[in-house]
């Protein structure tokens, strides 16, 4: 297990004094590492494609196999400093976080301690608390199931607004004077009625893996952050991977400063003061989405991530064969797979991310080659960015892929 430590000089967090630690993958991990001239056109691609849509900074990661062939940073991790990128540095995954939870589901139904039949809500649910079964009036949540959660299949949907992005909404309807938590948002959300019957369509919910992170909680009696480090994260190597903070005075060590277009206008705080802020920090309450968008980490450690549940050899899987089987299987009846956005044989397995500030995406084309990139810069086409970057990533693999270097660089900073 990689647990190399890069002790870096001291930064300012909160106006205190903080040690600049940094653990595993990304203490040792350098663009040097990754220079090769015959990828130097490829490289140029990029910065014309950063260019372009006005991307501060980028990180790109390319694995074949489980053999991490490429990681590189390009243009700042700090516009304000003009720290540059590192193929190290760590940033907001978005809804790429799904993907973690997924496989931390998988575990514990491994683990016997959970089942995907088994019921959220209700006497017999999992969250069976009388704080959210008080206000359940459409007697259909009882129907949800965990793995209609996983799929977006559970009834819930966004007609209404996303839940998980409607905190100022809240505190004004319910004359909150603090921001809900999760159970207090959880009471608020079910009181709305499902959009469907669960199981009977389909409906992308945030709402949905928060609550995928409240029943590993229950599940495991510790908190989900911690149960994920120890359990999924650390075991696959990725040993530098946290939940955000929602204002930069909070980052992480080694975390990028996000950035929006020049043109974005202040918003006010999510909650509720009398505040403006930059939209990504603080805009919205990023640190509640927990497991359905929270999770900040390096594009080499997501690399590390999607190799320890494959079902390749190269690196050993966390997950059984069974799982990564459930996780991936292609099936006409669902639109979803268990964490990955698509999972279709004739075009891999896709996971992408967006929130303000940031965008991921992850490829896992059918030969086994995966290509990731994470940036810090929000992109004004917003969620619709990942096809922009799909449409990249296959120009780039097709031009380049035949170029990249045989030299695995997981067994170089182990």
């Not at 530098?240 to 206008?265: F, I, V, W």
């Not at 991530?305 to 966390?318: L, N, Y």
């Not at 639109?335 to 303000?356: A, E, I, Y």
Request: proline share 5%.
């Amino acid at each position: 297990m990689l647990a190399l430590v890069l002790a870096l000089p001291s930064c300012r967090h909160g106006g205190k004094t903080a040690p600049h630690a940094i653990r595993g993958i990304n203490a040792v991990i350098t663009n040097e590492m990754s220079d090769c001239e015959v990828l130097a056109k490829m490289e140029r691609d990029v910065k014309v494609f950063m260019q372009r849509w006005q991307i501060r900074g980028m990180e790109l990661a390319v694995m074949r196999g489980d053999s991490l062939l490429y990681a590189k940073g390009f243009g700042v991790a700090d516009q304000a400093t003009q720290e540059p990128m590192r193929p190290g540095t760590i940033m907001r995954v978005g809804s790429v976080s799904k993907l973690l939870t997924a496989a931390g589901v998988m575990k514990l139904v491994e683990d016997g301690k959970l089942r995907l039949s088994d019921k959220v809500f209700g006497p017999q649910g999992i969250l069976s608390d009388t704080l959210f079964t008080n206000h359940i009036k459409d007697k259909a949540y009882y129907d949800i199931t965990v793995e209609q959660l996983l799929r977006h299949e559970s009834g819930l949907t966004i007609r209404r607004g996303d839940p998980m992005f409607r905190m100022r909404d809240w505190m004004t309807i319910y004359r909150l004077t603090e921001v809900p938590d999760q159970e207090k948002l959880t009471s608020i959300a079910v009181r709305q009625r499902l959009g469907y019957a669960p199981g009977k369509g389909h409906e992308y919910s945030n709402f949905g893996y928060l609550l995928l992170s409240m029943i590993i909680e229950r599940k495991t009696g510790k908190d989900y952050e911690k149960w994920m480090q120890e359990n999924i994260l650390e075991p696959a190597g990725c040993m530098d991977c946290h939940l955000a903070h929602n204002s930069y005075e909070e980052k992480m060590p080694g975390e990028t400063r996000y950035h929006m277009q020049d043109n974005d206008p202040p918003v006010p705080k999510y909650d509720n003061s009398a505040d403006s802020v930059v939209r990504c920090y603080g805009g919205n309450d990023i640190r509640l989405l927990k497991g359905a968008g929270a999770w900040v980490m390096s594009a080499p450690e997501l690399a590390r991530f999607i190799a320890s549940i494959d079902g390749k050899p190269g690196v050993p899987d966390i997950i059984s064969k069974k799982s990564v089987r459930e996780m991936t299987a292609f099936s006409e009846d669902h639109k979803f797979g268990l964490g990955w956005n698509s999972v279709d044989p004739k075009k891999g397995w896709q996971r992408t991310g967006s929130l303000s500030g940031t965008s991921a995406y992850v490829t896992v084309f059918p030969d086994g080659e995966c290509w990731i990139l994470i940036s810090n810069t929000h992109a004004w086409k917003g969620p619709r960015f990942s096809r922009t970057v799909h449409n990249f990533i296959q120009q780039c693999r097709q031009r380049y892929s035949a170029k990249l270097p045989e030299n695995d660089l997981f067994t170089l900073i182990q």
